[in-house]
Every structure is written in C-alpha cells, then in structure tokens.
C-alpha cells in the first residue's frame, strides 16, 4: 500500500499529525519522519518485529545495528547500563544534535535492534518533528537512514517515497533536513573515544570537548593496516563494512594528493576526469564547488555542492544532487573533493564510499 504523507511545518508540527505517526509506531508500525541529519525510518526500538520491519523495508543486512533516538538526555540510563564522564561531557555540549554515542546496551533494548551487539548506540535529535514524535510515542525511536540499504540518504520526503514508498505506512514531510549528512558516531567503550563515523559534530568539536579521540586511517576497515584495538572498534560497527551512499551513475572523486591536502583538485584534473569518461562513451554529470563551476568542460552536466570555503552547504546538498543527478539519467558523475575539515570529512568520508564502489578515486 502507497505511504500516507502528512506535511509539517518543522518548527511547529501540528499536533494531531504528530499523534497519528505516534499511533503507526505504538502499533508497531513504521514511520519515516526528518531529523536534523537525514529522514529517519522510525520503528518502536523496544518492539522487535516493528524493528525487524525496519530491516526488511531497508534491504538492510541484520548485523548492521540501529540508532536509537530519544527526546530526552535523561532517557538514556533506561538503554544503556554505564554513562560515563566523557559522555555526560559530550551530551552537554552537543544533545540535542548529531552525535550518536555508543555504550553498554541494557537488557531491555532488544537484540535485533542492537544488531546482536553487547552495545547501542543512541542519540537525541536537534528537530521539532523528530522530538514531538518521540515523545508523544512514548517509547525509544530506532531509526536508520530512510533509503533502501546502499543507496545516498534521504534529505527530501520525497527521496523517502522514491526508496521506501511502498514499504512503510507514513512519511512526515518536514521539509529538507538541515545538515545533510548522518550522525557523528562515537564510540566511547573504548578510552580514548573512537570515532566509528564522521558526520554532523566534527571532529574538530568533539577534540575541542574531550581532548582525544582515535581516528581510523580512511579505509582502515583492511585489517593488515590497522592496529588491533582499532579493527575491534570497527568490526564493533558492521556499517561502515556496507556499500553505501552509492547512486546507480558511476562515482568518480577527483582528490588532490595529501601533500597538497587542503588545496583544490586543478581544472585541468577535472576537465580530465570527465573527458576520459566521454570517450568511453559515458553521459558526465559533475558536482563542483562554486569556485570550480567554469571549470568543467562544456557539455557536462554541472551541479554546484556550495562554496569550497563552506563545507556545512556541501553537506546540504550532497545527497540530494547526487539523486538529481543519477535521475537524471547519466552514466558517471565527477565529483570534486573538499578540504577534510569540519563537516568535510563527513562528506569526503561518504563519496570515497559513494565511489569506492564500482566508481574511482583519481
Ligand atoms: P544509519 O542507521 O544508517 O545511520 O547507520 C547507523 C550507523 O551506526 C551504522 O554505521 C552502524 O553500524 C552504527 N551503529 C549502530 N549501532 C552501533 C553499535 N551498537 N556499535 C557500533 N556502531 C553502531
Ligand atoms: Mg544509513
């Protein structure tokens, strides 16, 4: 049956709206609603077929475990059985907001949605929407990304009904969401924190409030590059294990070499990339930054991420132009890499997945 859609204004979502996506979720049903992040597939997290739903409707592999989402910092001595110092320090600063902490899950948070793990990992959303709903439910929220497993995350409801329509029961239409990309996951089973995903708290923030966290090499889920205690924390996150974020079109990232890290990919990089996949034949899209936007040759379809300078726009966009893109029916799209700092390691941090599947890295 098609999803029933109900539009909201995010900053004041109509109560009876709000009741009716609560009442899907009490009868373990699945709602996908907006977040500050991305769209969230919303199930009951303390209901276990409702979760096992959130799988199947994904295509999601069992193993890879779920956030949990809840309305209030206070909630999270239900879920987790130890909350240690550094977390209370990190939920001061940053709940509500994009960082997923990941601690010693509670008996009561099931199985399936821990993904078999001893750990859950949890995080209390910065969006009106995503807050009223979970607290007129009444229960913990577990919600991945919206998309069918392995495709770019939803920023539109409309992403939502395009990956998911015929498999979940409501979509609330909040409008796109603001940052663009995922949660920060954090681990904090380990000492010192390990980040398991970059995302919307940078890592330059969460060393502003901790002072250490380990960070993976990129890539570093190859276990003869990683030292021991980093390939447990990883293989402690099976998602970063998955394809992901991936459009049908080839992704090509265009990076520049680490000795000229910060430095912009060259025109003549660029211009290369997209003729050598012209001459196998291949209809070119590029997503560029706006200082970059002359630069692609002529007869590529073009798309501008934001200024080079401002990686938070980059975010916002980054999902939905590579759906634009692919939907608009080319072969391979060029895509030009930002300086990994704040919020562009998140976005690095997706396309090298995006192209690392099928795609290149030049
Ligand atoms: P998504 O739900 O699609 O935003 O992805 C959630 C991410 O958090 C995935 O990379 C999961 O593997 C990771 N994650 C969820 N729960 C845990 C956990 N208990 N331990 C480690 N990583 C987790
Ligand atoms: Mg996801």
């Not at 996951?185 to 966290?213: C, F, K, M, N, W």
């Not at 294990?241 to 990232?253: G, I």
């Not at 990686?311 to 608009?328: K, Q």
Request: proline share 11%; glycine share 10%.
């Amino acid at each position: 049956m098609p999803a029933r859609i109900l539009t909201l204004a995010p900053h004041a979502p109509d109560p009876a709206a709000i009741r009716e996506a609560a009442a899907v979720l009490s009868g373990g049903g699945l709602v996908a609603f907006p977040t500050e992040t991305v769209y969230g597939l919303g199930a009951d997290a303390l209901n276990p077929s409702a979760v096992e739903r959130i799988y199947a409707a994904k295509g999601r592999p069992v193993d890879n475990p779920i956030i949990v989402h809840i309305a209030e910092a206070e909630a999270l001595g239900r879920f987790v059985t130890d909350i240690p110092p550094v977390a209370q320090v990190l939920i001061a600063h940053c709940w509500p907001g994009p960082l997923t902490l990941v601690l010693p899950a509670a008996a009561v948070v099931p199985s399936v949605t821990r993904g078999g793990l001893p750990t859950v990992a949890v995080r209390m959303p910065a969006h009106p929407v995503a807050l009223a709903l979970i607290r007129a439910a009444g229960c913990p929220v577990a919600a991945p990304s919206a998309n069918r497993s392995g495709r770019p995350s939803p920023t539109t409801a409309q992403h939502v009904l395009a990956d998911l329509g015929g498999s979940v029961e409501l979509v609330l239409d909040g409008g796109p969401t603001p940052v663009g990309v995922e949660s920060t996951v954090l681990d904090l089973t380990s000492d010192p924190p390990v980040l398991l995903r970059p995302g919307g708290v940078s890592l330059e923030q969460l060393v502003a409030i901790v002072g250490q966290v380990t960070v993976p090499a990129p890539g570093a889920a190859a276990p003869s590059t990683t030292a021991p205690e980093l390939q447990a924390a990883l293989a402690r996150s099976p998602g970063t294990r998955y394809r992901h974020y991936a459009p049908r079109a080839k992704v090509v990232l265009v990076e520049v070499p680490p000795e000229e890290a910060g430095a912009a990919p060259s025109a003549a990089a660029l211009s290369a990339a997209v003729h050598r996949l012209w001459d196998q034949g291949l209809r070119v899209g590029a997503m560029v930054t706006a200082e970059a936007a002359f630069q692609v040759p002529l007869g590529a379809v073009v798309r501008v991420m934001g200024p080079r300078g401002d990686p938070a726009a980059v975010a916002a966009s980054l999902f939905a132009l590579l759906r634009e893109l692919d939907d608009a029916g080319l072969d391979a799209i060029v895509v030009e890499g930002i300086p990994e700092q704040g919020l562009g390691r998140a976005v690095m941090d997706r396309l090298r997945r995006a192209a690392g599947q099928g795609g290149e890295v030049v």
